[in-house]
C-alpha cells in the first residue's frame, strides 16, 4: 500500500518527538478510527478503520449493516489496541 499512498508513508516511530515530545494519543485514534472528517487532510489515503471494525460479526467477516453498541464497542477496543502499538513504537 506504501506505492499509492499520496505523500508517502508517515514515520511512527518518532509521533512524541514531533508532537512536543508528547504521544497524541487522540490524534492518532482519530487518524486510525477514520470517521472524524479532517477537511485540510483531503480524503483519506487508508480505510476508515473504525468503519469497518464497528461492522464486523463474530467470524471476523463484515455483516454489511449499521453498526450496533457492541460492535461500536468493539471498534473501540481494536482501535485503542491500536494506538497502544504505535505509542509502544515511540523511540525512547
Do not use: C
Not at 12 to 32: C, G
Amino acid at each position: 500500500m506504501a506505492s499509492v499512498i499520496k505523500g508517502g508513508v508517515p514515520r511512527l516511530d518518532d509521533l512524541t518527538k514531533r508532537y512536543s515530545e508528547e504521544f497524541p494519543a487522540d490524534y492518532v485514534r482519530q487518524t486510525i478510527d477514520g470517521r472524524l472528517d479532517l477537511v485540510p487532510h483531503g480524503t483519506p489515503d487508508m480505510p476508515v478503520w473504525g468503519l469497518r471494525f464497528s461492522l464486523r460479526n463474530d467470524t471476523g467477516g463484515l455483516t454489511g449493516k449499521q453498526a450496533d453498541a457492541s460492535g461500536e464497542a468493539a471498534a473501540d477496543m481494536l482501535v485503542d489496541a491500536l494506538v497502544r502499538y504505535v505509542a509502544s513504537l515511540q523511540a525512547q
